[in-house]
């Protein structure tokens, strides 16, 4: 059994405009498991955040079914997201109610602990990065 850390970001150059997102994910060792940079189209900053954790939540779920996982941690540098994916603030906007409500049923059958973070965006370096690669290849 193993630990995860994921590290998600996504972003919007100009709000809305072209959006990417970018997937970050190393084991207890510290080593790249996986990564994903990829353009999502037109999104605000917001939206683009909630797709980044929704492609994790994606890649863990399939991860899982050949892996066994005991625990993952997330790391977002989108205080919003964070609050609102861990029920801590209201969402008033429609769309991203949609995007934590599509969250919160892959949550909701994931078979390990887990724990959603919020973090510096100094400190979430390779997944701002991915996003940035994204947005650059466009």
């Known amino acids: 059994m193993s630990r995860l850390k994921i590290f998600t970001d996504g972003g919007a ?12 994910v190393v084991n207890e060792q510290r080593m790249q ?3 994903q940079s990829l353009f999502i189209g037109r999104a605000t900053n917001n939206e683009a955040e ?3 954790f ?11 079914k050949t892996t066994t996982i005991k625990a993952v941690e997330w790391f977002l ?3 919003l997201v964070v609050e609102q994916v861990n029920k801590n603030w209201k969402i008033k906007e429609p769309r991203l109610k949609k995007l934590a ?6 949550l909701s059958s994931l078979e390990c602990e887990y ?9 979430n370096q390779e997944a701002d990065g991915l996003v940035n690669q994204a947005l650059d290849a466009i």
Do not use: C, M
């Open 13 to 24: 150059r100009g709000n809305p405009g072209p959006a990417g997102i970018g997937v970050h």
């Open 33 to 35: 498991v996986f990564q």
């Open 50 to 52: 909630y797709k980044a």
């Open 54 to 64: 929704l492609a994790s939540l994606e890649w863990l779920r399939e991860h899982t």
């Open 77 to 79: 540098d989108s205080k």
């Open 101 to 106: 409500e599509t969250a919160w049923e892959t």
């Open 115 to 123: 724990k959603i973070s919020h973090i510096r965006r100094e400190n």
